[in-house]
C-alpha cells in the first residue's frame, strides 16, 4: 500500500503466501505499476511474470541427488522445509517426489517432511525431532538456507557427524564450517546476486514498456543473456551450482 502511494513504476517482490498478496497487487497493477514476483511466486492473476532462480524441475531433482550422493544410495532421508505455504518450497518437493519414484532410489526411504518456517530455532527443533523419531535417519534435505545450516549445527551439536549427512539449498559463507566437519558433503544454491540483478532487469523492461513479460518473450537481461518467459509467465534464471569440499572456500568468500 505504501509502494502504491509513492506511485513507484515496478514492484518486484517475493513471496511466503502464493495467494495473501494477490489483491493488493491487483490493485497496484491497475494503477499502471509493474509487478513480477521472484523466488518465490505470487500466483498468476497477482503479477505479471515470475523469475525463478532455477528450473523448479532441476532444483528438484537436484536435491535428492545430492541426498543420494551424500548416503551412497541407501536409508532414510526426511525433508526440512520453510514453511507449508512456500511456493518455491512446495515446487521444489513435488519434484523431488517425482525423481524419488525412480528405480535407482528402491533402497532410500522418505520417511518425513516438517516445516521449520524458515526460522533457525524452529528449524533446529524440528531436526532434533527427526533424530529422535527416525533413530536410522541417515539423511536430512533443507531447500531453505535457514534450514540447512539449523540442520547441520544439530548434526554438528548430537555428536552424529559420519551417522547423518545435510544436503539442500544454502549459502557457501553460512555452509563453509559444516562442509569442513563432514556434516555436509555437498549442496547448492543459485547466485542471489544475479537473481537480484534479473528481477530488477525485467522489472525496468517491462515498465518501460520496452517487453511485456508474456509467455513466448525473450527478455535482454544484461549480463544474464536473454531470460525467456513461459507457460504462466513462469521464467528461469539458471541452473543450480554445485558446493563441496573442493570449491567452498573460494565461494565462501563471495556470498
Request: charged letters at 20%; one cysteine or more; proline letters at 3%.
Amino acid at each position: 500500500n505504501s509502494l502504491i502511494a509513492q506511485k513507484v513504476d515496478a514492484i518486484a517482490i517475493s513471496a511466503n503466501d502464493r495467494d495473501a498478496l494477490v489483491p493488493i497487487t491487483k490493485k497496484a497493477m491497475q494503477r499502471g505499476i509493474t509487478i513480477i514476483s521472484w523466488d518465490s511466486g505470487i500466483a498468476e492473476e497477482g503479477r505479471i511474470m515470475n523469475l525463478d532462480p532455477s528450473n523448479t524441475e532441476l532444483i528438484g531433482s537436484s536435491n535428492i541427488k545430492w541426498c543420494y550422493n551424500s548416503i551412497n544410495g541407501e536409508g532414510e532421508f526426511a525433508i526440512l522445509s520453510a514453511t507449508s505455504q512456500a511456493t518455491n518450497q512446495n515446487a521444489w518437493i513435488e519434484e523431488m517426489k517425482k525423481e524419488f519414484s525412480k528405480d535407482r532410489y528402491s533402497k532410500m526411504k522418505w520417511v518425513d517432511t516438517v516445516y521449520g518456517d524458515d526460522l533457525f530455532d524452529k528449524s533446529y527443533q524440528e531436526t532434533l525431532g527427526l533424530f529422535k523419531k527416525y533413530p536410522n535417519l541417515k539423511a536430512i534435505i533443507a531447500p531453505t538456507s535457514v534450514g540447512i545450516v539449523a540442520a547441520a549445527k544439530a548434526v554438528q551439536d548430537k555428536g552424529l557427524i559420519g551417522k547423518v549427512y545435510v544436503t539442500g539449498l544454502g549459502l557457501p559463507s553460512e555452509m563453509k564450517a559444516h562442509v569442513k566437519s563432514g556434516a555436509t558433503k555437498q549442496f547448492g544454491i543459485w547466485n542471489p546476486i544475479d537473481l537480484g540483478y534479473t528481477a530488477i532487469y525485467l522489472s525496468y523492461q517491462i515498465a518501460s514498456k520496452k517487453y511485456k513479460g508474456q509467455d513466448g518473450e525473450c527478455i535482454p537481461s544484461g549480463r544474464m543473456g536473454k531470460i525467456c518467459i513461459g507457460v504462466g509467465n513462469n521464467a528461469a534464471m539458471a541452473d543450480p551450482f554445485i558446493f563441496d569440499s573442493s570449491n567452498i572456500d573460494k565461494f565462501a568468500e563471495i556470498f
